[in-house]
């Protein structure tokens, strides 16, 4: 079977391939359950790593709204009377990687309880982004999956 190092020394850093992999995983995952745990080792950090992603914000002034800079991927508000560029790429890799960690969550339960109090110390934080209501719904709908996670772990303990 391959596992991520396997598959990651396949693809160069920029093959589009690696974009389709973390959802891959997750179904992956869903089909042989409790199986994957071997691979969360693999398959978790940079899981993590884009749910902790920091927006790319830029203060701009109201004229650079058209340029070709700020032509795609970007979404403004106006706080305080300044116009806010906020790069929305970024906000959607981070909401993707909090909606699989649920789904992980979900399909794992006690299995992913080492991993519960990391990914927790991700989600609180997230649900006071404000930046990407999306972020903040999956880490909503993702925390009672992670404290069932916990509560399952902790069973097996006693």
Not at 65 to 93: N, P, R
Request: net charge negative.
């Amino acid at each position: 079977m391959y596992t991520r190092n396997s598959i990651d020394a396949h693809l160069s850093d920029d093959d589009p391939v690696r974009e389709f992999l973390p959802a891959a995983w997750v179904r992956v995952c869903t089909v042989i359950g409790a199986d994957f745990a071997p691979l969360l080792s693999k398959v978790l950090p940079p899981l993590l790593e884009k749910a902790q992603i920091s927006p790319t914000v830029h203060i701009i002034e109201e004229e650079d709204m058209e340029s070709e800079e700020y032509s795609q991927g970007w979404y403004f508000y106006d706080v305080h009377g300044k116009k806010i560029a906020i790069h929305t790429d970024s906000l959607e890799e981070k909401a993707d990687a909090i909606e699989s960690i649920g789904y992980y969550a979900r399909t794992l339960g006690a299995t992913l309880a080492p991993y519960a109090e990391q990914i927790m110390d991700l989600l609180l934080p997230a649900l006071k982004f404000d930046y990407f209501a999306r972020a903040q719904i999956e880490a909503a709908k993702n925390i009672p999956s992670l404290l069932l996670c916990l509560k399952q772990g902790n069973s097996r303990k006693l």
